[in-house]
């Protein structure tokens, strides 16, 4: 019953805070690490989906607290993480030949 109990006194909005500012930071060591590996400065599709994922976590965050200036600062990111990944995949469509669409 314990556990029960410990459970209802967790806040759980700021778990959810945490947990999307840890994972918006991920995309920091994701993109240290492909750099890395290749030699120069890359950023991995990985980057831009952690960023969307923490960004969107945190804009929830930050409208369940009222911040105004949250808000717009984590909106603004999230456009911009799906239009890289809209570029992206764009991109991605030219260069597949349509012969391999079936």
């Keep these: ?7 209802g006194r967790v806040n759980w909005w ?31 599709l990985l980057f831009w989906y952690l960023s969307l994922s923490g960004s969107t976590l945190l804009l929830l ?5 009222k ?14 993480y799906l239009r890289n990944l809209h570029l992206i995949y764009r991109e991605k469509r030219r260069e597949t030949p349509p012969e391999a669409f079936g």
């Design 1 to 7: 019953m314990q556990f029960w109990n410990w459970l």
């Design 14 to 44: 700021l778990v959810l805070g945490f947990g999307a500012q840890a994972l918006f930071s991920a995309r920091f060591i994701v993109q240290w690490i492909a750099s890395e590996r290749a030699g120069r400065s890359v950023v991995p």
């Design 61 to 65: 965050y930050a409208v369940h607290r």
């Design 67 to 80: 911040d105004p200036v949250f808000i717009l600062g984590q909106g603004t990111g999230v456009a911009i």
